[in-house]
């Protein structure tokens, strides 16, 4: 095979559109399962909280900790709502991805590579996770994932 190949592998395509598929699916279930809205306003509760809290303890001002670490307990079950949330989705998909990447593990070890690295190749020099499906799959999962959430309004883009 010649590098960079001119042919662009039909495993490279697969993964790419397997990757796009699971980010959507899971984006919507998240967006379905959760309310993006209540979760903004849980994580500015508890952001506010953290910096009220780090500003008191910086000026040494007993009394404001004091008052703040009895709202301690409020804040860490929001924090625990909102794990809980995002677990949901986890769930649901956990059985299922490792069951596609046994498949994908079976069907791709022969292969030489899917996708080429520029200036590495097809294999990266990173030992558990050399082959390039592993690093292929991420890659797009986390480009399709930040996509899909931004658009279903999961998560804001910041100013």
């Avoid at 809290?53 to 079950?77: C, F, G, H, S």
Wanted: some cysteine.
């Amino acid at each position: 095979m010649q590098f960079p190949p001119t042919d662009i592998p039909y495993s490279t395509l697969f993964m790419f559109f397997l990757a796009l598929l699971i980010s959507l699916l899971t984006s919507l279930t998240n967006r379905l399962l959760n309310n993006p809205e209540k979760s903004k306003a849980w994580r500015k509760e508890i952001a506010e909280w953290n910096s009220e809290l780090r500003q008191a303890k910086k000026a040494n001002d007993k009394k404001t900790v004091e008052k703040l670490m009895k709202k301690q307990k409020q804040i860490l079950q929001l924090q625990s709502k909102m794990t809980m949330q995002s677990m949901k989705v986890t769930m649901i998909f956990f059985v299922p991805l490792i069951l596609i990447w046994q498949f994908l593990s079976a069907t791709f070890t022969a292969t030489e590579g899917i996708a080429y690295f520029p200036g590495i190749g097809p294999t990266l020099p990173i030992p558990l996770f050399n082959t390039s499906v592993i690093w292929w799959y991420l890659l797009c999962s986390m480009l399709f994932g930040t996509i899909f959430s931004h658009v279903l309004g999961i998560t804001e883009v910041a100013e």
